[in-house]
């Protein structure tokens, strides 16, 4: 008897990821693109009708709040790349998740060598706690900070051992933004600019030294593997889950 396949869904299939993750799902022989659906709710019905098993999500913020909890409570797993979810919503997401049976993951990134990067960072900040990151991204990325650079201010912190990170006084900005955002102490840096898909540096300083650590997606294709582990993989992992990393068994 033959494999049996897993039958996805893509919302926002006629996005610039949208269409890559579409590719991606019909390349692989144990998948089955059966629907590919819009941000609008009414046309979620036809998942269940035809018994999708794994949503992809990569519509926005505000459209995957609402196709979440949808999917969740119709039993579909749902594995989302839409950026910029507010954390009221997926504290939502997380006290619902015992009452379904569609499990999440929410990845900043997909990317195997971001998650990579991301990891790298956190053991770094264990020996040189001050650090700074710069994304870079292209011009239609509407959310800044990235989605990443927030999740790898978080595990810098959370790297950090007793040694906390230097705290110059306050700088005097001669315009407004120049030391960019901040995530507690980690400063972050946005840039939007046409030519770029996903970048991002992590920049350590310690006397005398410099670690820099860079992560470049210079086509969408470096996020497909990340999805299609997702869509192989949610089945296993019940609830909600945040970061490709627990995933990888990092």
């Given at each position: 008897?033959?494999?049996?396949?897993?039958?996805?869904?893509?919302?926002?299939?006629?996005?610039?990821?949208?269409?890559?993750?579409?590719?991606a799902v019909q390349a692989e022989p144990d998948l089955e693109l059966t629907e590919e659906v819009d941000v609008d709710l009414s046309s979620l019905q036809a998942m269940v009708e035809n018994e999708v098993q794994v949503a992809?999500?990569?519509?926005?913020?505000?459209?995957?709040?609402?196709?979440?909890?949808?999917?969740?409570?119709?039993?579909?797993?749902?594995?989302v790349g839409a950026s910029g979810i507010p954390?009221?919503?997926?504290?939502?997401?997380?006290?619902?998740?015992?009452?379904?049976?569609?499990?999440?993951?929410?990845?900043?990134?997909?990317?195997i060598g971001a998650v990579l990067a991301m990891k790298f960072a956190e053991m770094a900040a264990a020996w040189m706690p001050d650090a700074e990151i710069i994304e870079l991204h292209h011009s239609g990325k509407m959310d800044s900070p990235s989605g990443t650079a927030l999740q790898t201010a978080d595990v810098?912190?959370?790297?950090?051992?007793?040694?906390?990170?230097?705290?110059?006084?306050?700088?005097?900005?001669?315009?407004?933004?120049?030391?960019?955002?901040?995530?507690?102490?980690?400063?972050?840096?946005?840039?939007?600019?046409?030519g770029l898909v996903a970048h991002q540096e992590v920049l350590f300083g310690g006397p005398g030294q410099l670690l820099t650590i860079r992560h470049d997606s210079i086509d969408r294709k470096s996020f497909m593997p990340g999805v299609i582990l997702g869509i192989r993989e949610i089945a296993k992992h019940p609830g909600l889950t945040v970061g490709l990393e627990h995933y990888l068994g990092l």
């Open positions: 008897m033959g494999q049996q396949l897993i039958k996805v869904a893509v919302l926002g299939a006629n996005g610039r990821m949208g269409r890559e993750v579409c590719a992809v999500d990569f519509t926005n913020a505000e459209g995957a709040s609402e196709n979440i909890p949808w999917c969740m409570k119709n039993g579909i797993h749902v594995v954390p009221s919503v997926i504290g939502e997401i997380r006290e619902l998740a015992p009452r379904c049976e569609g499990n999440v993951l929410i990845a900043p990134n997909f990317a810098i912190l959370k790297g950090r051992r007793s040694a906390p990170a230097e705290r110059p006084g306050i700088p005097k900005e001669n315009i407004p933004g120049a030391r960019g955002s901040s995530r507690e102490d980690v400063h972050i840096h946005s840039v939007r600019l046409p």
